[in-house]
DNA sequence: CAATTTAAGTATCGACTCGATACAATGTTT
DNA sequence: AAACATTGTATCGAGTCGATACTTAAATTG
């Protein structure tokens, strides 16, 4: 009866394992991937060392260096942050934006494609339950969109500019801020 | 429209990134963990260094290193084999068998039980075609059943001992081989 | 408000991963 | 028998990763 779960799992494993040594061809590392994957994707609370530890799981030691090996590499930018002293902002360069265009991922992606057909919808749907399960039970965060946070305040069309606002860091939100994704998100 | 297939990429890997860093505390590795669990599934034409790199998409040495590394830690025995001198038998110890009961990848099986409640069915069904999609797409090889192959060759009930055999390699087959997965399995 | 505690980031260590290269020994072709 | 291919190992360099120690800055507490 859980055969079928132990099949699935050993599956996940399989083809994070095969997509991974894929990764590997070329003057990126998957653990660098991830992080520049992250970054294109996070809203300016969350492109930070801090953030990607929580993201991957991982720790502030690795994840130092790995977002130093980037920048070596040119893909990112570190300057200091304003907000914290402490902290540092992480950006992608247009170097690293070009590289993000040759993301393996789109490769597994086209794999996926091809293997469902037209009803990726599901796969996504599925796997997205089985994170949401993994998350929880390891006291991750979720990562959702900004827009679908709690503390999201949309404002009415009247004002012009800004025009949402975050209840927690009590920061205004740009359009493009609210799409992405965010460390402090609570659903 | 290609927007689910790359959401499920994405999803995969950080699925897989997240359940990676959990599999480190211990006293195995990721790429450990994958050794033992394929040795423990394997069929006797299948447990050598060579099937392993195979199966892994990984290269020798780097295998080579991984099953060094296990025989140190106890987990694994190596013996020159019979069929050809080059090649080395690697075989689970008991102590592999025992640290096997607490396979990391069976908590994961737990959270996609958890997620999909009973039909993790659809799950398995899904991720294999993902996999096969893969295995395809870069020359690799699938790893079924020994006793689904194209070479296998069940023998009537009349003749006892070892029933089954393999055209290929033109050696009989144990029941437990059979059930086993193999490097030369063709659909 | 000063003292303590907590948090962010970096540096370093050791074991491991991984591709690449070189090499020895054995198999296979020709 | 000679040329070629395959299996496994050793070694190198860059990277990963957890752990530990340290600095600086922020948050708490008295």
């Known amino acids: 009866m859980t055969d079928d779960a132990i099949a699935a799992a050993a599956l996940l494993e399989r083809i994070s394992q095969l997509t991974r040594t894929e990764e590997q061809n070329g003057d990126l590392y998957p653990a660098q991937w991830t992080v520049l994957r992250f970054l294109a994707r996070a809203n300016r609370f969350s492109r930070n060392p801090m953030a990607i530890t929580h993201y991957m799981g991982s720790t502030r030691g690795t994840v130092s260096q790995t977002v130093i090996a980037l920048e070596r590499k040119g893909y ?5 942050s304003m907000r914290d002293k402490r902290s540092v902002d992480v950006e992608v360069t247009e170097s690293g934006v070009e590289k993000l265009a040759a993301d393996p991922i789109l490769k597994l992606a086209e794999e996926v494609r091809s293997a469902l057909g037209e009803q990726p919808k599901q796969a996504r749907t599925m796997l997205e339950k089985i994170l949401a399960n993994l998350v929880a039970a390891n006291g991750g965060r979720p990562f959702g969109q900004c827009r679908t946070c709690r503390h999201f305040k949309p404002q009415s069309g009247t004002t012009k500019g800004q025009p949402h606002h975050c209840g927690l860091l009590e920061e205004d939100l740009s359009e493009t ?8 998100q609570v659903a």
Request: hydrophobic share 40%.
């Open 76 to 80: 990112v930018a570190r300057t200091p």
């Open 177 to 184: 801020d609210s799409d992405a994704i965010c460390v402090e």
